[in-house]
């Protein structure tokens, strides 16, 4: 059983807005969904599966009722930032088996404004919570012991942010367009140690959706055709603080299954949408995912590497969420938006890779030191 | 530097009130499993390793060495340093580094737990040994 080539990425939308205090958060749910349909040619009626994390307002029965939809399958998987790339796994997963042929997956929400939910407590709860772990510093963590470890410097995690910059500049609704220069990352606010200000993503309102299709309902719509052909997913943790390694993600799990199902390699790739809540997430994932040795991130991310049309690995070319947008605090609805859009030829003139056909879109959720998900999807574009 | 910090009191539950009873004397426990042998933290009644129910209590001799940590440098009411220790029994433990100066902080640094106190049970840090 696979779900190699059963499911499409018909529909993708991505909200222009990047501050939105005069719109709730279930009118941006309900404004990507539109985005998307519209964009695949279809129509809400024509929905029967519906996706979503915890950023929609009262779950997936609040929002399916919101929305005005029939469905005859849900999918409510929460793994933080990755969930949407997880979303997009198991509706394939649903259209290869029946169970859906038009699935509908949103994000959406607005941290910028300030709305922003509370999280799920585990057992670890009263082991941890006094401690003070947070984003910064759980991901702060895995950079200490990336750079303890392998030699990484401040310096080659600056160039992920500079090759953000350099597509940015070329998005008018990037949260951030001007391009930075190394010595200007490392000119900024020490955040955690050893993450600066400019080594972290942008907070943003705002939101995407995507509408995943069987093969028959996609040929039947006028849009280039960009279907899944392999998906991974993985979850790690400090499990009992046993031979504890932050320097690997579940990526490093992720990543292998999604290859093997699409029978392709980490070389194959044209264009990677990478995770990017802050530099060291890039460059962990990228050894994770195969793209160099474990502890070569460093180097392989320098000189421009990342940067459309300079580098190897051209990636995040919208800007990514060092620079563009991270709606919801989450950043893998936007990481498949703009992969599709690659695939498509409608990236912009100026960041789109000549005849990309085989993208990769990864993504982690949660606290990359502490329990994280990850989800890595690869895309082709058939025709 | 004054400590004006102060800190959730853990909610106790049957699974893990002993730790709690052992941090009043400011005594750290770990688990272990008898099946396996492995060590861990925090505590669970089923081992994560072997899935035995045969796991006991221990007391660790409390003493480590970073195995990572980062600066919060903006925080209310101030910095605070936050990482993993790896205790000599093996097991590595998310903690707060306290009472010391932050920038002299380095990976692989022995050091040795201290419990703050709570409005419930005292809860386990670490300083330089
Ligand atoms: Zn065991």
């Known amino acids: 059983m696979t779900i190699k080539g059963k499911a499409y990425i018909a529909g993708i939308y991505e909200h222009p807005t990047r501050y939105a205090p005069d719109k709730s958060t279930a009118q941006l749910h309900a404004e990507v969904a539109k985005g998307a349909l519209e964009d695949a040619g279809l129509r809400s009626e024509d929905v029967d599966g519906y996706f979503c994390g915890r950023d929609a307002p009262g779950g997936a029965w609040a929002m399916v009722d919101y929305l005005g939809l029939k469905v005859r399958h849900v999918d409510s998987t929460e793994s933080g930032g990755c969930s949407y790339i997880m979303h997009l796994g198991h509706a394939a997963e649903a259209i290869a088996s029946g169970k859906c042929s038009v699935a509908l997956v949103t994000l959406a929400g607005k941290p910028r404004t300030g709305d922003i939910g509370t999280k799920a407590v585990g057992a670890e709860e009263d082991f941890e919570a006094a401690y003070g772990a947070t984003t910064h510093n759980a991901y702060a963590m895995c950079a200490m012991r990336h750079m303890h470890d392998f030699g990484t410097t401040p310096e080659q995690l600056a160039w992920i942010k500079v090759a953000a910059s350099h597509h940015a500049q070329y998005n008018p609704n990037a949260r951030l367009q001007d391009v930075v220069t190394v010595e200007e990352v490392l000119a900024s606010p020490m955040i955690s140690d050893p993450l600066r200000r400019m080594d972290c993503c942008v907070v943003t309102d705002g939101g995407g959706a995507i509408v995943v299709t069987s093969k028959e309902i996609a040929q039947s719509l006028n849009r280039p055709l960009v279907t899944l052909t392999g998906h991974g997913e993985a979850m790690k943790g400090p499990r009992g603080g046993n031979r504890l390694d932050l320097t690997y993600s579940a990526g490093a799990w992720s990543g292998p299954r999604a290859f093997q199902e699409a029978g392709v390699v980490p070389q194959d790739i044209k264009y990677a949408s990478i995770y990017d809540s802050f530099t060291i997430t890039v460059l962990m994932q990228l050894e994770d995912l195969g793209f160099c040795e474990k502890g070569q991130g460093g180097k392989f991310v320098s000189d421009g590497n990342l940067i459309s049309g300079v580098g190897k690995l051209p990636f995040n070319t919208d800007g990514g969420g060092l620079c563009n947008n991270h709606p919801v605090n989450r950043g893998g609805m936007t990481k498949i938006i703009e992969a599709v859009r690659q695939l498509r030829g409608e990236a912009h003139p100026k960041v789109q890779v000549p005849d990309c056909d085989l993208a990769l879109v990864h993504g982690t959720g949660g606290l990359l030191g502490l329990r994280h998900g990850a989800s890595t999807a690869i895309l082709e574009r058939t025709q | ?129």
């Open chain 2, 1 to 129: 530097m004054t400590e004006t910090k102060t800190y959730p009191a853990p909610k106790e539950n049957p699974e893990t009130t002993p730790f709690w009873e052992a941090a009043r004397d400011h005594k750290l426990l770990i688990k272990r499993c008898n099946s396996c042998g492995e060590a861990h933290y925090f505590p669970r009644s089923i081992c994560p390793f072997c899935f035995s129910d045969d796991t006991v209590w221990e007391e660790s001799a409390g003493t480590g060495e970073i195995y990572t940590f980062s600066i919060m440098r903006k925080a209310k009411p101030g910095p605070y340093a936050v990482g993993y220790v790896t205790l000599a029994e093996g097991p590595s433990v998310l903690t707060n580094f306290v009472d010391c100066d932050f920038d002299a902080l380095r990976i692989g640094q022995p050091v040795k737990v201290v419990f703050k106190e709570t409005e419930g049970a005292p809860i386990p840090f670490f300083t330089p040994a």
